[in-house]
């Protein structure tokens, strides 16, 4: 297989798997090219190229990590060792630090000062309650001034003019600590955004460390990423990046900001956030633009899904060895559904409520047995259907701290929690085997 160290060896591995879909068909880069994304991960389909995408110079790409499989790709491995690659990734020991070079592919073309002007990029409008084109795909690049760590983060930019971006930020992102950690804090703040990546980078975007996130890609890789100084700012950048914008957030100058679809589906509301100003825009020859689809698959698989899924793994080990576990993206990160050799009649309620105290954000949480897909919704319901009694099986743990965002929680994240034990109770009555059919190669019976 190819190996992967950017963006477009990253389609190559994508398109030699049938994992990938070109769309030579002209696409309108507002609501028309995600909705045509949307549906192709909807429908099984590959990750999306739109090689003529209108109101865009470049191509776009999008659905890169958007399901199991191509996260498989993504990190070279099984679909089925995606979980324990991440733990590994994830240990600070395993970590290998980026290497710096002095010439980035994205330097090709440099523009700075009144050139830098944000509105040729090709931003989608994705969803039509979105408040504007957005950047959502792009990596943005900080650096601890205290301690000079590196940081990765996703922060959801809207563009408000040729020089100016909204620049979403919570108050519990690295980002806002290192700028809040200064003499003064409103000061401007100097980051980088890079867009169209080497997915290893972008899944370690989606982590929550201490650690410099780009020792992770570096795990991933199992080498370290090369990076180059900025332009105009003292920042290290993904030297195979094809799109880097430069800039300085503006703490003391804040604008309202967005709303913008969101990982739990519905549309955020408006936020009073500091804006980013643009000090230079860099692309390398012929550059692929990015873009996350916001409120689907991918977006939740790399925020929710992927860092999580080894945490909670972790959590779960301690009671059985041999349980699995995955954060099902149409739960939004907010489920799980975890798989187990059942050997005693409580120990489904004991995994779920592991589960529920490894990561906040889990709320309801599904106990199955090793003949149940955890990644197929509909073994999923099937188990549900035939090995649930709702008197019996399920539990709920109320005032539970979850997700702010939740739409089921009050402000402060109080909502209840569920657990149900959808595990084959034999005490109770047995019903024997499963019917089973194998899978046959169809290309050899058909056309």
């Not at 940081?151 to 600590?177: D, I, K, T, Y």
């Not at 199992?222 to 003292?234: H, K, L, S």
């Not at 689809?293 to 959590?315: A, D, M, Q, S, T």
Request: net charge neutral; hydrophobic share 40%.
């Amino acid at each position: 297989m190819t190996k992967i160290n950017n963006l477009r060896s990253f389609i190559q591995v994508l398109e030699e798997a049938g994992q990938l879909a070109r769309i030579g068909k002209p696409v309108n880069i507002v609501h028309e090219l995600a909705d045509v994304a949307a549906t192709l991960v909807r429908s099984g389909g590959g990750a999306a190229l739109f090689e003529s995408a209108q109101g865009s110079k470049w191509p776009i790409f999008t659905g890169g990590i958007a399901n199991q499989k191509r996260a498989a790709l993504a990190l070279d491995c099984r679909e089925d060792e995606v979980t324990g690659v991440m733990g590994r990734v994830l240990e600070p020991v395993n970590g290998i630090p980026p290497r710096r070079v002095k010439k980035a592919r994205w330097q090709d073309n440099i523009r700075t000062g009144d050139a830098a002007d944000a509105t040729q990029l090709p931003l989608p409008t994705h969803s039509r309650g979105d408040g504007g084109a957005f950047i959502t795909g792009g990596v943005v690049i900080s650096k601890d001034p205290v301690s000079g760590r590196g940081n990765l983060s996703c922060n959801r930019m809207l563009r408000m003019g040729p020089q100016v971006f909204g620049f979403n930020v919570n108050e519990w992102r690295h980002v806002r600590a290192f700028m809040d950690n200064r003499d003064d804090p409103n000061a401007p703040f100097p980051v980088a955004v890079a867009i169209g990546l080497d997915p290893a980078i972008m899944i370690a975007a989606g982590v929550r460390t201490d650690e410099d996130e780009m020792t992770i890609a570096g795990a991933i890789r199992g080498e370290g990423a090369p990076v180059c100084r900025g332009v105009t700012i003292d920042v290290d950048i993904p030297a195979e990046a094809e799109i880097v914008i430069e800039g300085y957030i503006q703490p003391a100058k804040t604008k309202p900001e967005g709303p913008l679809a969101e990982f739990h589906g519905y549309h955020g509301e408006l936020w009073d956030s500091p804006t980013f100003e643009v000090s230079a825009i860099c692309w390398r020859n012929n550059p692929i633009y990015q873009t996350i689809i916001p409120g689907w698959n991918e977006h939740i698989y790399i925020g929710n899904v992927l860092p999580r899924e080894p945490l909670l793994l972790k959590f779960l080990k301690h009671i059985n060895k041999d349980v699995a576990v995955h954060i099902p993206p149409y739960g939004n990160g907010f489920s799980a559904i975890v798989q187990c050799r059942r050997d005693n009649p409580g120990q489904a309620k004991n995994l779920a409520l592991a589960a529920m105290t490894a990561h906040v954000n889990i709320k309801q949480v599904i106990v199955v047995d090793q003949d149940v897909n955890i990644y197929d919704p509909a073994d999923i319901f099937w188990a549900l259907t035939n090995r649930v009694d709702w008197r019996l099986d399920i539990f709920t743990v109320p005032f539970a701290q979850g997700h702010e965002m939740d739409p089921t929680a009050d402000n402060r994240g109080i909502h209840t929690k569920i657990g149900i034990d959808a595990t084959y109770k034999r005490e109770r009555r047995e019903y024997g085997t499963r019917v089973r059919y194998q899978e046959v190669d169809l290309s050899k019976y058909l056309g």
